[in-house]
């Protein structure tokens, strides 16, 4: 299970950190990554980052802008998005590749794995 927190209003440029619990099972080895939905359009990757640590951008819009980081001993991992931008609104999504030892490209291949529930994030002055 996967639960997200840490979402909210923030003006535009301003500065958000999403987090991630998992339970149920330790994310050591797995990818994990998070997705948004903007209304009325499709669910899109954001970042990603495997058990090794390797880390892939999904959306170009974010780079430089946002990091993923995990914390394998709490079993948690993180978001955080520096100068949003409106466009960035949305429900974000946290979830882990359903097998371990997986790449980033597996985790947004498969999408098979445990999601949380999601957590919203408005950008607004």
């Known amino acids: 299970q996967l639960v997200e927190s840490g979402g909210g209003l923030v003006q535009p440029g301003g500065s958000l950190t999403l987090s991630c619990a998992a339970s149920g099972f330790a994310i050591d080895y797995y990818a994990v990554g998070w997705f948004r939905q903007a209304p009325g359009k499709e669910r899109e990757g954001v970042l990603c980052?495997?058990?090794?640590?390797?880390?892939?951008t999904y959306a170009d819009s974010v780079k430089g802008r946002f990091t993923i980081s995990r914390d394998n001993g709490k079993n948690t991992f993180s978001l955080q998005m520096n100068a949003l931008k409106p466009e960035d609104a949305g429900v974000y999504f946290c979830?882990?590749?359903?097998?371990?030892?997986?790449?980033?490209?597996?985790?947004?291949?498969?999408?098979?794995?445990?999601w949380g529930q999601g957590t919203q994030v408005a950008v607004s002055s």
């Open positions: 980052i495997t058990g090794r640590g390797i880390i892939a």
């Open positions: 979830t882990a590749d359903a097998r371990p030892f997986g790449s980033c490209t597996d985790l947004r291949r498969s999408q098979e794995g445990p």
